[in-house]
């Protein structure tokens, strides 16, 4: 228990308090949801259906061919995954059931990766359940328009430019409605949830359940290893559905394109309880054999290793030593950990010693300064007869520095130290310039490159007005380090001094690189919109 003995100590006590409520309060209801779902199909009788549903490994044959599937257009499929569109630009591909459902409420698991290169993807992934089979290369997420039964919309592309992708939407059709691109389906969908499915960690889930007219899409963000950690995305009452429907996946790409690859596609029927599917007795006589054969299959292989290990020993060594090249996936992640911070710990080692060589020279300057200023003062009081001796002029002493020089020094640095500051904020100036002009590019309603001469005249304009001021800045920097008041010309204390010409063309290089930056980023980004 926390005693209140000061004000500051209960005023903390009493927010630590409210934040163990808060999160109590959050797992009590994540815990009810969970029970809800569990409940709900508490007592109903699952089946997995082998012939709506695919899997690795093997999930596809020698042949290229999916068992009791079909797939076309850009659509690619191989033993662990089916591509069902590739990360290339106008790629449209499916994959369909050959036969239709025979029964009425179902389950489906997804597990998928929508992945790309760029901050924005397209055009995303659909779910399908339709009386027909729809195309290979459609127009709505690479299937047909105007369908016949549910479309579960994993849309990546923000058309509407409302800020509200990556999106999952619900949309029931009558196969008389075309879908709305330009809104991206807002005003058909039956329920959504705003959840981003790109470039995860780990595969993301999705799972699609209808029983009752009732339609429930669970979705696991991939953030986690946990196959069990799903969150409520939608939930629909009084869906009508049609009968016996094709299941089918199906994904596009546009201007902008990632990999949309899924991996496990699992079916089941489900069964109200007291109704057992046809064929209850053939599936445990089936998988008894099955295991029976199975176990003769590994007692005759495992005696034949040992009769190989018998005849063979010298085999059997090599074999042993070349298990140990080979490295498990645990082993692969370490390796890659430790990799990590061992690079991590030489670049804080390098910028370690960068740092005291540089402390180093601070220190060897500032001694080398005050012990010429004390060398100095010691010739100028110190000599005999100095009492009524005038002082030594400044700068008569060979080889010292006198305090006069010092100041001036530090006058001249302190100057170059506020033209840097000058050139620092002309380049903070250009890249907000560049910056403005991007978002009013990437803000255009019809996606198109607006015409952007007028910005980037003004940004040249300030650019030449900049280095004006900076040529200006330096020039006065370079009379005030050859008056004649500072008497000879004063050598660099470190040695390591940058001339005039060298610190402006250092700067017009930067500049220009810039400014060349922003432009190519401009016209790039404004060119990888997708059109409808």
């Known amino acids: 228990m926390c005693q209140i003995k000061m004000s500051g100590t209960g005023l903390l006590c009493s927010y630590r308090f409210s934040q163990i409520v808060v999160i109590l309060l959050v797992l009590v209801d994540l815990r009810h949801v969970q029970a809800n779902v569990n409940n709900h199909l508490a007592g109903v009788h699952r089946r997995f259906e082998y012939k709506y549903s695919f899997k690795p490994p ?28 590739p990360s290339m630009r106008s790629q449209k591909g499916a994959i369909w059931t050959k036969s239709p459902t025979n029964f009425d409420w179902w389950d489906v698991e997804i597990v998928f990766r929508v992945s790309g290169r ?28 105007r369908w016949n039964g549910l479309g579960l919309f994993f849309d990546s592309f923000d058309n509407d430019n409302k800020h509200n992708n990556p999106y999952i939407m ?10 709305d691109h330009q809104n991206d389906g807002t005003t058909q969908l039956l329920s959504g949830c705003l959840r981003d499915f790109r470039n995860k960690p780990f595969p993301t889930r999705a799972r699609i359940e209808y029983y009752n007219n009732v339609l429930t899409v669970l979705f696991h963000n991939g953030m986690t290893n946990n196959n069990e950690d799903y969150e409520m995305c939608l939930r629909a009452d009084g869906v009508q559905l049609p009968k016996n429907g094709f299941f089918g996946i199906s994904a596009a790409t546009g201007g902008l394109a990632d990999d949309h690859d899924v991996f496990h596609f699992l079916t089941s029927s489900l069964h109200p309880p007291g109704q057992v599917p046809s064929d209850p007795v053939k599936v445990p006589e089936n998988s008894e054999k099955l295991t029976q054969e199975y176990k003769e299959y ?25 298990e140990e090249f080979f490295e498990s996936e645990n082993q692969r992640e ?21 740092v005291d060589e540089v402390i180093g020279r601070q220190e060897n300057t500032l001694s ?33 520095i006198t305090r006069p020089e010092v100041d001036l020094v530090v006058a001249n640095q302190n100057a170059l130290l506020a033209t840097a500051r000058e050139i620092r904020t002309l380049i903070g100036e250009i890249q907000a310039r560049a910056d403005t002009i991007i978002k009013n590019q990437q803000r255009a309603p019809t996606a198109q490159v607006q015409a952007a001469g007028y910005d980037i005249q003004s940004v040249i304009a300030e650019m030449r007005d900049g280095m004006n001021q900076v040529k200006q800045g330096m020039a006065h920097v370079g009379q005030k380090l050859g008056s004649p008041q500072a008497g000879s010309q ?6 390591n001094c940058v001339g005039i010409t060298l ?9 220009l690189l810039v400014f060349l930056y922003s432009f190519f980023k401009s016209r790039s980004e404004a060119q990888a919109k997708k059109f409808y």
């Open 58 to 85: 093997y999930l596809a044959q020698k042949d290229g061919t999916v068992p009791f599937w079909e797939y076309g257009g850009n659509a690619i499929a191989s033993a662990e995954s089916v591509r069902v569109a």
């Open 118 to 145: 760029g901050r924005i993807g397209a055009d995303g992934l659909a779910f399908w359940y339709t009386t027909e089979k729809g195309d290979y290369n459609g127009a709505v997420f690479g299937s047909s328009d």
């Open 170 to 179: 619900a949309v029931v059709n009558d196969g008389t409605k075309a879908f």
């Open 298 to 322: 590994q007692e005759k292989l495992d005696k034949q290793k040992q009769e190989y290990k018998k005849e063979h020993p010298d085999e059997v060594k090599d074999d042993d030593e070349w």
């Open 334 to 354: 370490l390796r890659q950990i430790w990799q990590g911070q061992s690079q991590i710990f030489e670049q804080l080692r390098d910028l370690s010693r960068k």
């Open 368 to 400: 080398l300064v005050s012990r010429n200023a004390g060398a100095a003062v010691q010739q100028q009081v110190g000599a005999p007869g100095s009492a009524g001796a005038p002082p030594v002029a400044t700068g008569t002493v060979s080889g010292t």
């Open 490 to 495: 004063i050598a660099c204390p470190t040695g």
């Open 503 to 511: 610190f402006l063309s250092v700067t017009v290089v930067q500049l």
